[in-house]
């Protein structure tokens, strides 16, 4: 018996895996039979009780017998999916045919120069430029430009290329960049000569984030673990020599970055896990000398840090579950010496804080709205920067002068394409930069977009947002997608999508949920859906779906739910809670083994998510876990159709997750409607990485939902 055929089989078809792979999808498509992953004996103990995984097998990459079995599955979800490819292209053709395929982003000044970049038809990566600055500071589309990084051209060969960390030296005449070539996120530090436009000989695997020192001569390099791709150490990088470490952080939940103040003179190493921070500082014209802690580290208290003048503006958490701001001199930061800047909102938490010459910039979001408050230093005033649509995103988006007098913001809403803004920090006075442009026009009068708000089960007030054709009817036959998150503190963001126009022109509703587990409502948000209260998460997904049929937006023989990676998790919590309430699921790179993978230290990113998931080592938080995890809970029923897609080089959620997933629902499940899964085999947790390439597995996943509400043009 060949390995091949030991692993797994397909339901009904007498023919071997050859013949399987290599037939043509027509007989395929007849048949419809599923590849049946074989069961495998693998049995481990914990906590006293003996568990089995009857799929373990599909977690070694390295076995051939895997990458058959993906294959398999590839070419089984092509044969189904024949009859609605003529619908995937029509989308991609539409949603190709609104991008402005020749484009330029909003030149962006730092030092001499005005950075941006540029786009070209049929090119699959954009190309960075950039320009020196004009008369008056101006930017000037006259002076000639300079190519930095054609990532067309570095892409060349590879099935997959991405440009992560991005620095020019303080002199203007260096370059360093990291890329990815296989979409595991592990990435190779390059230094660019600008003047010579080679590359220097120095260069580093694996690194995460990226600094210059004022010499102009060195680097700071965060570098992650190979295995664990926990980054951990530091090293200094004097070109032309060898690394050198110097810091290692060995609290396996926690992790480092590198960077620098706005005014340049400080290295910026944060170590931080999912409740603690610690903050180092180095002036960067001593990158030889010794970082030091601006505050000990104190279990629970969350800090960043920026400087100006002497005096660092201090982010902080502690006595303030949604964070306020203070000062305190640069050599004397302890909690004494504070002098209070921004009080402690319980209304309103803090996302970040941009430090400039003469103005203070705070980010915050209240009741799942962000707005944007400045400070001026001389006036001591402060403004408000906010919209008045009933659900929108406004986010900052880069101000990198120290100097600077604008800062440059992004605003859309579901129904508004993204807008570049400049807010002058004096007056408040907003300039509009750019609107993305639709090509072939786009009407927002046609659509509305509203805010609900749903009673969750134990009387939360969770918030929603939704987007439609005007017409739409509010009988309960209307298709609708919604789509959630909930973890790791990240929020649920009212953002415009122009794929998603093809949705809502053919009467799809689309609604997001903002559930517990990320802040959309502040700090307590995430609390209250992580850890042990995990399960609010799904029960506030359901609550929004059980209000949405109630008030007659949809119903559940047209409602399909979508998430990926954390919200994948949810998709498959979701689903084994009640499988009855969603017609369809599209589940992408979920986090449906949550077991295996939190018990397994040495895998990525487990031990570090010990403090937003439990520790499964310790018996309480295990059996918790357990009671929600999708792979252990799939029970003998009926399921919704399913559609599973994920990367083989995926690094956040293992490839084996979704497949093993598949492989025991499949199994289990009583009922006949579809379950596909489709794995890319040259990509990672983001999927495709060229914008074409990218549009393409979007069309594919819309016309498979669209299919599954009968839609078919």
Known sequence: MSRTSRYFQTVRLAISLPALLLSTLAPLAMAADAPVAAKSAWQETRHGTVVTDDYRWLQKKTDPAVIDYLNAENAYTAAVTAPIQPLADKLFGEIKGRMQEVDLSVPVRMGNFYYYTRTEAGKQYPINCRRLVGANGAYDAQVTEEILLDQNQLAEGHAFFSVRAFAVSPNEQLLAYTTDTTGFRQYQLHVKDLKTGKLLADTMPRVTSLAWAANNATLMLAQEDATTKRSDRLFRLDLGGAPQQVYHEPVEQFAIGINRTRDQQFFVLESRSTDTTEVLLLPTSKPDGTFAPVLKREKGHRYSVEHRDGQLYILTNKDAKNFRIVSAPLNAPQPKNWRPLVPHDKGAVIKSLDVFQDYLVVMEKARALNRARIYDFNSKQWKTVKFDDPVYLANATGTPQFNATQFRMSYQSPITPPTVIDVNMKDGQRTVLKQQEIVGGYDAS???????????????????????????????????????????????????????????????????????????????????????????????????????????????????????????????????????????????????????????????????????????????????????????????????????????????????????YVAKLRAYKTDSNPLLLKTNMGAGHGGASGRYDAIKENAFNMAWMLSQWGITQ
């Open 446 to 660: 046609r659509y509305a977009t509203e805010r609900l708000w749903v009673k969750a089960r134990d009387g939360v007030q969770v918030p929603l947002w939704i987007v439609y054709k005007k017409g739409v009817k509010r009988d309960g036959s209307a298709p609708l997608l919604l789509y959630s998150y909930g973890s790791y503190g990240i929020s649920t963001e009212a953002s415009f999508a122009i794929s998603r126009i093809s949705l809502l022109d053919r009467g799809v509703v689309y609604a997001q949920a903002h559930i517990r587990g990320g802040t959309d409502m502040g700090e307590a948000w995430h609390e209250d859906g992580m850890l042990m209260k995990k399960k609010n998460t799904f029960n506030d997904f359901i609550d929004s779906a059980d209000y949405l049929v109630r008030e007659k937006w949809t119903s559940p023989n047209r409602l399909i739910i979508q998430g990926g990676s954390a919200g994948g998790l949810l998709m498959g919590a979701v689903v084994n809670m009640r499988p009855e309430l969603f017609h369809a699921v599209h589940a992408a790179v979920p986090f449906v083994d949550v077991m295996n993978t939190m018990m397994d230290a040495s895998l990525p990113l487990t031990t570090g998510e010990y403090l937003e998931w439990g520790d499964p080592n310790q018996k309480a938080a295990y059996d918790y876990m357990l009671s929600y995890s999708p792979y252990d809970n799939i029970a003998r029923k009926a399921y919704p159709a399913m559609l599973v897609t994920t990367g083989l080089n995926d690094s956040q959620v293992m490839y084996w997750e979704p497949a093993k």
